[in-house]
C-alpha cells in the first residue's frame, strides 16, 4: 500500500519549489535577453564585467519564467523573506517525516548548484533523483534499500552542453577538491567523468546519452568535464523537471520525469540481470515497481503515455521492458490497466 504524506506537507513541498524558483530568478545580475535557436528560445542574463559584455544562460522559456523574469525588481526585494520563510518550510516537512539529506550530499549539491551545474542542463539521476519523488508526487517513503542513497549521478545532453555557450563557475574541479574529492582515472588518459571523495566511499559520476553503437566518453562542454555514454539516457533525462533538496534553506536541482524515471527503470533492470550488477536489478525492480504503484493512481495517462513511448523507440526498448516485467506480474497488470 502506498502511504501518503499530509496535504499541509504536500502543500509546504510545493511551496519550497516555488520559492526556490523565485530566489534563481532574483539572482539575475544584468538584464534578460531572448536568444532563439531552431524551434526553441532562451533566455540568457546579459551583463556588464568592465569593458566586457557578458552571457549567462537563465533557461528555456516558458511562460511561468517569464512572468519571474518580469517580476524581477520584487522578487529581489524579498530575498531576505524568502530565505526565513524557506527555512520554516523546511522545519514544517522534517517534522513531516520527510526523508533527510545528509550533509555531505547536502553541501556538495548546494556548491553544484550554485556553481550552474543544474541551470545548464545537468540532472540528478539514480536513486538521489528517486528520493526526490517523495515531494513531487506527496510520497512517504519507508526506511528500506529502496531509498538508500549511494553515487551522485549527474546526467546532461551533449549536444545541449555545447550549444549553451556557457560554464559554471567555479569550475567543478575547483569544487570538488574543496569537498576533497579525487579523480578517478579511466582508460582514456586525461578524460574524467567520476570524483570519489577521498574520507568516504561517496561518488560523483557524470553521465550522457549515446546516439551510436558503443558507449564511450564524450565532453559535457558546459560542466567542463567528461561523461560516461549510456544507452536509453536520452529517454530518462528528456524535459526533466525541477525539485528541491532539503538542505538547510532548499537547494534547487533537477530531476527527470517520474514516469520516465519508473519506466527507464524497467529498461535497465533488464541490462543488469545477469554478472555484477545484478544486486542492482533488484532496486530497479523496486523502485519502478513502487514509483507506478503511485503513478497509476496520480497521474495514470502520464504513466501510460511515458511507457507507450518507450515501447514504441524499438523492438530492443520493447523486449528489455517485457524480460523485466515477466519478473514483476503486479506491475505488468498496472500498466496493463492503463
Known amino acids: 500500500m502506498i502511504q501518503r504524506h499530509s496535504t499541509v506537507a504536500h502543500a509546504a513541498y510545493h511551496d519550497l519549489l516555488r520559492s526556490l524558483k523565485d530566489e534563481a530568478a532574483a539572482q539575475i545580475r544584468g538584464t534578460p535577453t531572448k536568444v532563439k535557436r531552431g524551434d526553441k528560445t532562451y533566455w540568457y542574463d546579459t551583463f556588464r564585467v568592465g569593458n566586457d559584455v557578458r552571457k549567462s544562460y537563465i533557461g528555456e522559456d516558458t511562460p511561468e519564467l517569464a512572468q519571474r523574469l518580469s517580476d524581477l525588481t520584487k522578487l ?48 540528478i539521476v539514480g536513486t538521489h533523483a528517486f528520493r526526490l519523488y517523495e515531494g513531487d508526487l506527496g510520497l512517504r517513503y519507508s526506511f528500506d534499500d529502496t531509498a538508500q ?50 574520507r568516504n566511499d561517496l561518488m560523483v559520476e557524470f553521465l550522457t546519452p549515446s546516439f551510436d553503437e558503443d558507449e564511450g566518453l564524450r565532453p559535457l562542454a558546459a560542466l567542463g568535464v567528461d561523461a560516461q555514454s549510456l544507452h536509453h539516457l536520452n529517454y530518462l533525462i528528456q524535459d526533466p523537471i525541477q525539485a ?89 497488470a498496472l500498466l496493463s490497466a492503463l
Request: charged share 30%; no cysteine.
Open 76 to 123: 529581489r526585494d524579498q530575498t531576505a523573506d524568502r530565505q526565513a520563510h524557506r527555512t520554516r518550510l523546511i522545519r514544517i516537512l522534517r517534522a513531516e517525516g520527510f526523508l533527510s539529506t545528509d550533509a555531505t550530499t547536502g553541501s556538495l549539491l548546494s556548491a553544484m548548484a550554485k556553481s550552474g551545474v543544474f541551470r545548464l542542463g545537468g540532472t
Open 149 to 198: 542513497t549511494g553515487d551522485v549521478d549527474i546526467a546532461s545532453f551533449e549536444r545541449l552542453s555545447l550549444a549553451l555557450e556557457d560554464t559554471v563557475s567555479p569550475p567543478l574541479q575547483d569544487v570538488f577538491k574543496h569537498f576533497a574529492f579525487d579523480p578517478v582515472p579511466s582508460l582514456k588518459r586525461d578524460h574524467v567523468w567520476r570524483w570519489k571523495q577521498t
Open 244 to 332: 528541491a533538496v532539503l538542505y538547510r534553506s532548499g537547494v534547487l536541482v533537477q530531476v527527470p520525469q517520474p514516469e520516465r524515471f519508473a519506466i527507464h527503470k524497467l529498461i535497465v533492470a533488464d541490462r543488469r540481470r545477469d554478472g555484477p550488477d545484478r544486486i542492482k536489478a533488484v532496486k530497479d525492480r523496486a523502485q519502478a515497481a513502487f514509483l507506478i504503484r503511485a503513478l497509476a493512481e496520480d497521474r495514470p495517462d502520464e504513466l501510460n503515455e511515458a511507457y507507450i513511448t518507450a515501447r514504441n523507440t524499438g523492438p530492443k526498448w520493447a523486449k528489455r521492458l517485457d524480460n523485466t516485467l515477466k519478473r514483476m506480474p503486479e506491475t505488468l
